[in-house]
């Protein structure tokens, strides 16, 4: 494996630092205070308990989906489809939880989150098996299943599942014991940051720690030298898969049981594909992934404050700077990371 | 009472207009991909590009400046995905996706913007009545009774069939996504090449857009519910289509038919007899046909050899 130089760890503030003066500029353009505006998204994601512990509950979720993403791409497995897995590991997790209301929480959030990950993995299986098995490309099936997904979702909550006593088209709420405790009274601090944090320990174990995690390593940097250095890479790519979907059922659960405690259509407002992005900006590292959440989560609930504030900055661009943000450190990182290997 | 052929002949004339922005954004994406760049970020490309031709239809009250609105942000994306891919080699995929989040959100942000003071609408571009023929039984009001944007996509898409594959422009683009090192041996600069088929994928993404508000719906909506998965299914088309354009006029159609029966079977309400939320199950009908296709024909998928693959120069 090649070490990283310096100057990929140069390059990545150095990809920040480009994305704001772009963003500045565009600031400027449509008549805002550059400066205000940053100051407003730093307040308005940590400024007060109650908008520190929103953006701590949404790296959850992010950080998840991340995972989720980023397991599967390190053995060159491109799951698109965390989306629609995130959607029908909220709708099986939501399943067991009704049913698990005479049970106590230690007993019944667990069994809840085991339904989330096997919703996740399921509906990931098809892709897995055409990969595997038929040689299909999976980036096409898994994007393609998560709208299948989502018309899942629309229909059971228009329909089947639909709380008849609500005007919104979501289900009857959780079992109380089934809801992700809360940590800090009042504010959206609960358990299910800590579910992603462990499972970014658990993800960074096995990639460095474990035989399974450095052949699915050398599965995805070179699968056809691995294959002949004895690496199955079959069975990688079915580890990574089986992985992959687990941690996005995941990561509709800890939204379903941790905040909304229904299960709503249309309630993820794309974690899945926002997952790609903080993988991206996280250099596809399991605690880099953790830095880049904190990172996401604050621009998504800064920009949401700033939204309301004097400037009234609609947050649609802040969901462009995002989007620069991650675009600006990879082709900063990629530009200097190919001049300073040279030669070597 | 609804007459069956009457719901035959509206669910084939509502098909063509819903296969129209599709084609457009699968035969561009053809050309990308046949160059060895795929190009994710379509789908929020299409969205930019219809709010840009939308508000530039508006403010001109002339279609052809928001058509060629449209196709020109189109074209700056293109430029900004070949700059990152071709030029400095960043994954194809993940910088598609970036641009489809930049392109969605920029396009939503207009919107919102412009929209503080006004009401942003168009009337759709009216439908070609051809003499005569627009007046036959059924095949009048399917075939010769469209807008010029809907004959403009099926001819568009035979016209770059016909370069793909009977020119020798088109010999190269096939030759640098098939095998870039004889490709350059050849004297062909295989960047240059990419570079342009992925502007072209773009511009066409734009005309995408441009096409689904000025020729179908008249309207910008935010959060990805105006273009709605037609950028992606473009994407899923270009497989079907076997990087063929030709081809792509058949597989867009099954998607835009797939939309139309959907859309004529909710509203002659076909399907409210089998519970509430059941037509989400008909919105699912063009995925699950796309995975069966997968399915069955995956034998002769195959895409071309270098896609996703940068180039460097020994």
């Known amino acids: 494996m090649?070490?990283?130089?310096?100057?990929?760890?140069?390059?990545?503030?150095?990809?920040?630092?480009?994305?704001?003066?772009?963003?500045?500029?565009?600031?400027?353009?449509?008549?805002?205070?550059?400066?205000?505006?940053?100051?407003?998204?730093?307040?308005?994601?940590?400024?007060?308990?109650?908008?520190?512990?929103?953006?701590?509950?949404?790296?959850?979720?992010?950080?998840?989906?991340?995972?989720?993403?980023?397991?599967?791409?390190?053995?060159?497995?491109?799951?698109?489809?965390?989306?629609?897995?995130?959607?029908?590991?909220?709708?099986?997790?939501?399943?067991?939880?009704a049913q698990l209301?005479?049970?106590?929480?230690?007993?019944?959030?667990?069994?809840?989150?085991?339904?989330?990950?096997?919703?996740?993995?399921?509906?990931?299986?098809?892709?897995?098996?055409?990969?595997?098995?038929?040689?299909?490309?999976?980036?096409?099936?898994?994007?393609?299943?998560?709208?299948?997904?989502?018309?899942?979702?629309?229909?059971?909550?228009?329909?089947?599942?639909?709380?008849?006593?609500?005007?919104?088209?979501?289900?009857?709420?959780?079992?109380?014991?089934?809801?992700?405790?809360?940590?800090?009274?009042?504010?959206?601090?609960?358990?299910?940051?800590?579910?992603?944090?462990?499972?970014?320990?658990?993800?960074?174990?096995?990639?460095?720690?474990?035989?399974?995690?450095?052949?699915?390593?050398?599965?995805?940097?070179?699968?056809?030298?691995?294959?002949?250095?004895?690496?199955?890479?079959?069975?990688?790519?079915?580890?990574?898969?089986?992985?992959?979907?687990?941690?996005?059922?995941?990561?509709?659960?800890?939204?379903?049981?941790?905040?909304?405690?229904?299960?709503?259509?249309?309630?993820?407002?794309?974690?899945?594909?926002?997952?790609?992005?903080?993988?991206?900006?996280?250099?596809?590292?399991?605690?880099?992934?953790?830095?880049?959440?904190?990172?996401?989560?604050?621009?998504?609930?800064?920009?949401?404050?700033?939204?309301?504030?004097?400037?009234?900055?609609?947050?649609?661009?802040?969901?462009?700077?995002?989007?620069?943000?991650?675009?600006?450190?990879?082709?900063?990182?990629?530009?200097?990371?190919?001049?300073?290997?040279?030669?070597? | 009472m609804v007459s069956y052929e009457d719901l035959v002949v509206s669910i084939l004339a509502a098909s063509l207009p819903l296969t129209m922005p599709m084609l457009y954004a699968s035969i561009g994406e053809v050309y990308a991909e046949r160059s060895g760049v795929l190009n994710m970020g379509i789908e929020g490309v299409m969205s930019l590009s219809a709010f840009v031709s939308l508000w530039t239809t508006f403010s001109t009250g002339s279609y052809l400046y928001g058509l060629l609105a449209g196709m020109a942000v189109g074209a700056a994306m293109g430029a900004l995905h070949a700059f990152a891919t071709v030029r400095i080699g960043v994954n194809?995929?993940?910088?598609?996706l970036m641009i489809y989040f930049l392109a969605l959100s920029m396009g939503d942000f207009g919107y919102v913007i412009v929209t503080k003071t006004t009401y942003l609408h168009v009337r759709p571009i009216s439908p070609v009545q051809i003499p005569a023929l627009s007046n036959l039984p059924v095949v009048g009001p399917i075939l010769f009774s469209q807008n010029v944007l809907v004959y403009g996509s099926f001819l568009l898409a035979i016209f770059l069939g016909l370069v793909l594959y009977r020119t020798t422009w088109g010999l190269k683009i096939r030759a640098v996504g098939e095998n870039p090192e004889a490709a350059d041996s050849a004297g062909i600069n295989v960047n240059l090449v990419r570079n342009l088929c992925v502007i072209l994928g773009g511009t066409l993404a734009g005309l995408a857009g441009a096409s689904l508000v000025l020729g179908y719906l008249g309207l910008y909506a935010t959060g990805d519910t105006l273009v709605a998965g037609r950028g992606w299914i473009a994407i899923v088309v270009v497989i079907f289509a076997r990087w063929s354009p030709y081809k792509a006029i058949a597989g867009a159609w099954l998607f835009?038919?797939?939309?139309?029966?959907?859309?004529?079977?909710?509203?002659?309400?076909?399907?409210?007899?089998?519970?509430?939320?059941?037509?989400?199950?008909?919105?699912?009908?063009?995925?699950?046909?796309?995975?069966?296709?997968?399915?069955v024909f995956h034998r002769g998928t195959k895409s071309p050899s270098s896609l996703t693959v940068p180039y460097k120069r020994k």
Do not use: C
């Open chain 2, 92 to 96: 194809q995929l993940i910088a598609g």
């Open chain 1, 101 to 344: 209301g005479g049970f106590p929480g230690v007993v019944a959030i667990p069994l809840m989150l085991l339904a989330a990950a096997a919703g996740g993995t399921l509906w990931l299986a098809l892709p897995l098996f055409m990969r595997i098995k038929l040689q299909v490309n999976e980036i096409f099936p898994t994007l393609v299943m998560n709208f299948i997904a989502l018309d899942v979702v629309n229909w059971v909550t228009a329909g089947p599942l639909k709380n008849p006593l609500s005007g919104n088209l979501q289900t009857p709420p959780l079992p109380e014991s089934t809801w992700l405790p809360v940590l800090v009274k009042s504010t959206q601090f609960n358990v299910g940051i800590l579910i992603a944090l462990a499972a970014a320990l658990v993800i960074y174990f096995v990639l460095y720690r474990t035989v399974l995690g450095y052949e699915i390593r050398a599965s995805g940097a070179s699968p056809r030298a691995a294959q002949s250095g004895g690496v199955d890479v079959s069975r990688s790519i079915l580890a990574v898969g089986l992985m992959s979907g687990a941690l996005a059922g995941l990561a509709g659960i800890v939204v379903v049981a941790g905040v909304d405690h229904v299960l709503a259509q249309n309630f993820s407002p794309g974690y899945g594909y926002q997952g790609i992005a903080v993988a991206a900006l996280g250099s596809f590292q399991p605690l880099g992934i953790v830095v880049a959440s904190v990172l996401y989560a604050a621009l998504t609930i800064g920009g949401e404050s700033l939204q309301q504030g004097a400037a009234a900055i609609p947050i649609e661009l802040i969901y462009a700077l995002q989007a620069i943000i991650v675009l600006s450190v990879l082709i900063v990182q990629k530009w200097v990371g190919d001049r300073t290997s040279r030669g070597r």
């Open chain 2, 256 to 295: 835009g038919l797939g939309y139309s029966v959907a859309a004529v079977f909710i509203g002659a309400g076909i399907f409210s007899s089998l519970g509430p939320g059941s037509g989400y199950f008909l919105l699912a009908i063009p995925y699950i046909v796309a995975i069966i296709f997968m399915l």
């Open chain 1, 2 to 97: 090649r070490q990283p130089s310096l100057g990929r760890y140069v390059s990545y503030p150095l990809g920040i630092v480009a994305s704001l003066a772009i963003f500045s500029v565009i600031l400027l353009a449509f008549g805002y205070n550059p400066i205000t505006s940053m100051e407003g998204l730093v307040s308005g994601s940590f400024g007060t308990t109650f908008l520190t512990s929103e953006t701590i509950f949404l790296m959850g979720p992010l950080l998840l989906a991340a995972l989720a993403f980023l397991v599967a791409f390190r053995a060159r497995f491109y799951n698109i489809g965390v989306e629609g897995q995130l959607y029908i590991g909220a709708l099986f997790g939501y399943l067991a939880a």
